[in-house]
């Protein structure tokens, strides 16, 4: 007797448990969702969630606030996403940091596979290497004499170790056998308004922020950080150009979740990034800042999940065999 009623006990559990998690599929989403961003306002990583929270709050019919909780490279603000309750009501759009800050903070407080669920890729964008306006280098080959020629009296901005423009930084240092000054920021966004004020030399970032003020005589760009020059700025050479090899990289964003989030809501989340990213405002607007949305084969959690692992085993080693360590 006493076994059946705790057989009854079971089923009565799963089938209040199903109810409720079929309840809050039915209702989600009811109140607004917060979509971390966890660097500064107005850097790439703000561009991009901005354009992502526009077109998905769209899709979800419910606002989306962007929550710019940053520093550490992006691992206070991950932090507290992975302490969030698994609702769907907070978010994460986060890039290549994901990956590297598990191998940059010794004492980081979540694990990034483990305590997330991916919703989708979003974003694929270069980087291009760019300095104050009154940079005394002519062209691409005098700004690599005078790198290794300087290289410690220059100084290098970037969002924090382990940052796309961390590690765009590190490519270029490794690839020209230099080092320079690293003056860290909570995004590159306050790092463009130092480098447009003279108080920083050099900057590698995503063309986001970048390619306006290029184009507007704020600051000078004397390369792609990679094998190909860029829409947006055809004049300027890849680095490949100057016989420099070892420098070429893309930047991804994707978006995530807390692990455990009812699987229904996560559906629906990977539904409203996959209509995002084929939104055509959508790809028009990231188009015109050089940067590509992802099709929506890959605005999937399995794409996310595998482009994850991926830069955890490329990137974290590298900077691993770098010997670079945050704290
Ligand atoms: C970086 O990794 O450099 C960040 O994306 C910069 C930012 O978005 O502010």
Redesign the pocket.
Known sequence: MKFQTNRFRALAAAMLCFSAVTATAQTYPDRPITMMMP??PG????TITRVFAGAMQKQLGQQIVVDNTAGA??SIGTAKVARAKPDGYTLLMI???HATNTAMYKNLSYHPVDDFDPIGRATNGPMVIVTRNDFPAKDLNEFVSYLKANGPKISLA??GVG????LCGLMMMSALNVKLNEIPYK???PALTDLMGGQVDVLC??TSGTVPPVKAGKIKAYAAAGKSRLSGLPDVPAITEAGVQGLDIN?SFGLYAPKGVPKPVMDQLTLALQKSVADPDVRQRLDSMGISAVNPDQARPEALRAHLKYEIDTLGSLLTKAGVKAN
């Open positions: 660097y500064a850097g790439p990583g703000d490279s992006g890039h290549v940091s970037h969002a940052s796309a423009s961390h995004g590159t966004g970032d995503q930047i």
